[in-house]
């Protein structure tokens, strides 16, 4: 199995952290995949609202086995079948594979992720990663907006077949939040350059700090390409509505964080300059107590992140209870296992401050400020979780004699995005749902606009890079389809 560099030595750098087990623990490891009669691994059906298996339906016991066997050229092949980016997934995908691996009903399930990592880590070392050069073009144009991973894999595949695809990427780099959403030390984003450039050499052409809506009007892109397809991602942050909320040192998540990765980039990935920085937007994090609002991934990665600035304390408010330590009988296997997680940014901030960062149950009421207008603390209160018996419907209540005060220098709001921006669906004139997520016919892409499709977390709402691959792949297939009255994606 893979594993990660010590809490005491990943801490000190923004290095990437994954260590790849050895072939001969992998071996072994894959072995065990071979006792499984049914592979739900590979299914990517819904149960009970929530994803079991891989959206992408992975070939995962063939690929296994070529990896117990040892054959990891083949192996690579087979991934390679379904698969755009596992260098991407097998670094930053919860493993919805594992999950629901027929090994984890009895006891630990098989490794598949770190499989993963071994098997892409192993064919780019070798050089058997080579982008599909077409031998022909259709001469049809189809323009990409937003280039994270469902941009990405759309691109691959069309480009693949022999259309003409050009990426807009309104950051000066490609990747989307896979590049500025996730902190280096999971995916270092030299990974994302190495795929990149392969693309670029196939025939993709991607411009970057070009926005779609604003730069280029929508409809001079619609005359100018035969299709384009909208994978924006779920870009508008879900705010905390409280008094005090206008005080100096309050920001959201995604701004922090692609804040401290475009410093890392610009300094050539030198984690020193990054952790001695003082010019970010938010000064220096040294020597500050620092408040995360929200429970997920992206809250973790702040606590990481805050850890390796250097901040003083660092607190994890979360609103909903803490999830068992195993799974509860109203939980079973194969659904998605709803336990607690402590993840690698507690880890660390474990280590570092000596105690679990994360208060559960607790939301925050009112940010204090002091006279000159700068954060100085937030008041919390505990919640109570209220079922009504007649409805289900499931409410929060404040607990009377909760309220504490928790001293604060800088709040970060990793509360979860709401749906794609105004600003780009208004330009195109599609339908939005409920959520402002960019709204199609169930299991399809096709906006309601003529030749404009969608894809990714702009047509599912936030969710997961995996989940975005897949959305890309199949957008692909249906403007393929309707570009040539056929796919062979």
Not at 116 to 122: L, T
Not at 403 to 419: P, T, W
């Amino acid at each position: 199995m893979s594993t990660y560099l010590s809490v005491e030595d990943r801490i000190k750098n923004f290095d990437e952290f994954l260590r790849n087990a050895s072939a001969s623990e992998q071996s072994v490891q894959a072995l065990r995949c071979m006792s499984c009669g049914i592979p739900f691994c590979q299914s990517g059906m819904m149960i009970s609202g929530m994803a079991s298996g891989c959206p992408l339906h992975n070939l995962v016991p063939e690929t296994n086995e070529l990896v117990a066997r040892g054959n990891m050229e083949q192996a690579y092949v087979r991934l390679s079948k379904t698969h755009s980016f596992p260098e991407f997934t097998s670094r930053v995908c919860p493993a919805l594979c594992e999950a629901a691996c027929t090994q984890g009903c009895v006891g630990e399930p098989v490794p598949t992720k770190s499989n993963e990592a071994v098997i892409i880590d192993y064919a780019f070392e070798h050089g058997l990663v080579k982008e599909i050069h077409p031998k022909q073009r259709t001469e049809k144009k189809v323009a990409i907006v937003g280039s994270g991973p469902s941009g990405l894999a759309a691109a691959q595949l069309l480009n693949r077949r022999g259309h003409n695809v050009t990426v807009f990427e309104r950051n000066d780099r490609v990747g989307g939040l896979l590049r500025y959403g996730i902190p280096n030390m999971k995916l270092d984003k030299r990974k994302i350059d190495r795929r990149v450039k392969l693309m670029e050499e196939a025939g993709v052409v991607f411009k970057t700090n070009v926005n779609i809506g604003v730069d280029i009007k929508a409809k001079d892109l619609l005359k100018e390409y035969d299709r384009v397809i909208l994978c924006c991602g779920a870009s508008n942050p879900r705010n905390i509505v409280a008094e005090g909320r206008d005080a100096e040192g309050i920001y959201f998540a995604v701004d922090f964080l692609k804040e401290v990765s475009k410093k890392l980039m610009d300094n050539d990935y030198n984690s020193e300059i990054v952790m001695k920085a003082n010019d970010f937007s938010f000064g220096s994090l040294k020597g500050k107590h620092v408040i995360v609002i929200g429970g997920g991934d992206t809250g973790n990665d702040c606590v990481g992140t805050s850890v390796r600035l250097g901040a003083s304390s660092v607190t994890q408010i979360e609103m909903m209870p803490a999830s068992p330590v195993s799974r509860a009988e109203n939980n079973p296997w194969p659904e998605w296992p709803k336990i607690l997680k402590t993840d690698y940014g507690q880890q660390e901030a474990i280590h570092v401050y000596g105690h679990d960062p994360r208060i559960f149950e607790t939301t925050v009421t009112e940010f204090l400020k002091d006279d000159k207008g700068k954060l100085k603390a937030v008041k919390t209160v505990q919640l109570e979780r209220k079922i009504d018996k007649k409805t289900g419907k499931i409410t929060f209540e404040h607990k009377k004699g909760s309220e504490k005060e928790i001293k604060a220098d800088i709040v970060l709001i990793a509360a979860g995005f709401l749906g794609s921006q105004e600003y780009v669906t208004k330009a195109f004139g599609v339908d939005v749902n409920v959520r402002t997520n960019v709204d199609t016919k169930a299991g399809e892409y096709q906006t309601s606009v003529e030749n404009v499709f969608t894809a990714g977390d702009m047509h599912r709402g936030q969710s997961l890079v995996v989940w975005a691959i897949a959305e890309g792949r199949e957008a692909a297939k249906a403007v393929d389809k309707s570009l040539m009255g056929y796919t062979n994606l």
